[in-house]
């Protein structure tokens, strides 16, 4: 669909198309989302082809050689599963940057890593300052959930048994002379 | 050294990473002390783990592959949630506007009109 949008763009801006663009840009469902990526890459970060992730490695010989890439030993390597999209990225464990140890001498102390070590995929959330998910809780999650919705769910169950045992300001009921309504609103 | 609990391929990795550590910390030390380093370039050491990651995140969209799962994610967080929080909204504000126009909610039972 976004093909079309470009093609009448193109037609209404009087600029010709040429067959060798239309072929590009109608062979593969992706291509049009390749090609601004590359567009937009090579405008601002052109050396990101350098140090960009390879393709998800398929034999032996791929492995090792990723392996080496990212300065890691082959045991130790294990990139994530092809579709999730990282390609040969190396999945690393789960350790939160504050159950790193405070005291030791690192390079980057900032970061509490080395120089050269490679970054876990979703760093930016495993940040001193952010999420940790590999931290020894004092309290059990599960122990957290239960006082959590014990205390809502409470105070929830509370007001539902409740509702008909409201008060307000005690009255009686309209006090109308005669036997009920003596009144007529309209003139007949 | 097969002993202390780990592993053979647990020792062999982390004698690895101890020869690495080593060589990199040597390499750190002798480009942070670098006095020409400091005019050149961009003035602080490169390093190109942290660049190999940059790269990664400013390119996953090349990677990106739709596939169930990511379809099944974006179902359930975007078309989901909204077309239930519609039709919900949409069913609950029509029949209490006919209630209102039959006359079966009286105008002291009408919540929120004071709104």
């Known amino acids: 669909m976004s093909s079309k949008c470009i093609v009448y763009g193109c037609m209404f801006l009087n600029v010709k198309m040429s067959s060798l663009l239309k072929r590009a840009l109608f062979n593969n469902s992706q291509s049009i989302r390749k090609t601004a990526a590359l567009f937009c890459n090579a405008t601002r970060n052109h050396w990101n082809y350098q140090y960009q992730p390879g393709p998800y490695p398929k034999t032996p010989e791929e492995r090792a050689a990723a392996a080496k890439k990212y300065?890691?030993?082959?045991?130790?390597?294990?990139?994530?599963?092809e579709d999730m999209g990282y390609g040969d990225y190396p999945k690393l464990p789960d350790?939160?940057?504050?159950?790193?140890?405070?005291?030791y001498p690192y390079d980057n102390p900032e970061l509490k890593r080395n120089f050269n070590e490679p970054l876990h995929a979703t760093a930016e959330i495993f940040g001193g300052d952010r999420c940790d998910i590999s931290i020894r809780r004092r309290f059990s999650l599960l122990h957290q959930w239960t006082w959590f919705l014990g205390t809502l769910g409470g105070f929830a169950?509370?007001?539902?048994?409740?509702e008909d045992y409201k008060i307000g300001r005690p009255v009686t009921a309209k006090q109308i002379p005669g036997q009920g309504v003596h009144y007529l609103f309209s003139p007949n | 050294m097969s002993g202390y609990g780990f592993s053979?391929?647990?020792?062999?990795?982390?004698?690895?990473?101890?020869?690495?550590r080593a060589k990199f910390r040597q390499e750190f030390l002798k480009l942070k002390s670098d006095p020409c380093k400091h005019s050149?370039?961009?003035?602080y050491v490169f390093d190109p783990a942290i660049q190999r990651f940059l790269s990664m995140k400013s390119c996953q969209v090349e990677y990106f592959k739709p596939c169930f799962r990511t379809a099944r994610f974006a179902i359930l967080t975007i078309i989901v949630p909204m077309c239930t929080l519609g039709v919900l909204i949409w069913n609950d504000r029509t029949e209490r506007e006919q209630k209102i126009r039959r006359g079966e909610l009286r105008y002291k039972d009408r919540l929120f009109k004071l709104a």
């Open chain 1, 157 to 162: 169950l509370l007001m539902v048994f409740l």
């Open chain 2, 40 to 43: 050149q370039e961009a003035g």
């Open chain 1, 71 to 81: 300065g890691m030993t082959v045991e130790e390597y294990t990139p994530y599963p």
């Open chain 1, 95 to 103: 350790i939160g940057e504050d159950s790193k140890d405070p005291h």
């Open chain 2, 8 to 20: 053979e391929t647990d020792c062999k990795i982390i004698l690895k990473q101890i020869e690495r």
